[in-house]
């Protein structure tokens, strides 16, 4: 399985703060790679899809970049309600892995 | 307006087989392309991906779970099912089923929209 590594499993930071969240893939996964947010006790939502490519409605602080191996997520402005735990996933190979996660808090 | 909804047992006792059944509207799983996926999450964990059934009648599985699970579709009543035989208390989470779409990168592919979840706990 490709092992799908988020760090930090964890971050404060304050509104207004830039966040940015890496995954790495534990090999090349091309461009395949997509980004949810799952608030509390909530279904995740897709954000970033294809490593780059805003999901229609959601917000433009919210971006991705990256490639083969090494994929970051951020926020340009943090706002309350991004309060949320971040995961990334792999379709590039079977199983179509998810990262550990990683929760942002105020 | 897509939406799908989880149903199912919410306890389970240890090498039963689990059946869920996910109930979808606003798209055809006929429609080249699209498919249904299943994830699980035990609590405070990660998302697990389980497996996927594509407009097309092909199925993947999570290779660790390949000889557990089998995911069928009914059309005629826009449901998907999930089976998980012999269940054991590790398997005890929230499972998700997903609608799959294709995106813009060629075999690209993201789960658009998620059912509410339904908790699932394995226990005698």
């Known amino acids: 399985d490709i092992q799908m590594t988020q760090s930090p499993s964890s971050l404060s930071a304050s509104v207004g703060d830039r966040v940015t969240i890496s995954c790495q893939a ?12 799952q608030k509390p006790g909530k279904a995740p939502k897709l954000l ?7 999901e229609t409605g959601v917000p433009s602080r ?14 340009s402005s ?14 590039d190979s079977l199983p179509f892995t998810f990262g550990g996660g990683t929760k942002v808090e105020i | 307006q897509i939406t799908l909804k989880e149903s199912g047992p919410t306890l389970v006792k240890p090498t039963q087989t689990l059946t869920l059944t996910c109930t979808f509207s606003g798209f055809s799983l006929s429609s080249r392309g699209v498919g249904v996926g ?33 995911i069928t ?7 998907v099912v999930l089976t998980m035989a ?18 813009l990168t060629y075999g690209g592919s993201a789960f658009d929209i998620w059912g509410q979840g339904t908790m699932v706990s394995v226990s005698s």
């Open chain 1, 26 to 37: 534990s090999q090349d996964i091309n461009n395949y790679l997509n980004w949810y947010q």
């Open chain 1, 48 to 54: 970033i899809f294809d490593a780059s490519n805003l």
């Open chain 1, 62 to 75: 919210f971006s991705g970049s990256g490639s083969e191996t090494d994929f970051t997520f951020t926020i």
């Open chain 1, 78 to 91: 943090l706002q309350p309600e991004d309060i949320a735990t971040y995961f990334c996933q792999q379709y």
């Open chain 2, 38 to 70: 299943w994830i699980r999450q035990p609590p405070g964990k990660a998302l697990e991906w389980l497996g996927i059934i594509y407009w097309d009648e092909s199925k993947r599985y999570s290779p660790s779970l390949d000889t557990r699970l089998t």
């Open chain 2, 73 to 79: 579709k009914d059309p005629s009543k826009n449901q």
């Open chain 2, 86 to 103: 012999y269940m054991n208390p590790v398997d005890t989470a929230t499972y998700y089923c997903a609608h799959r779409r294709p995106t």
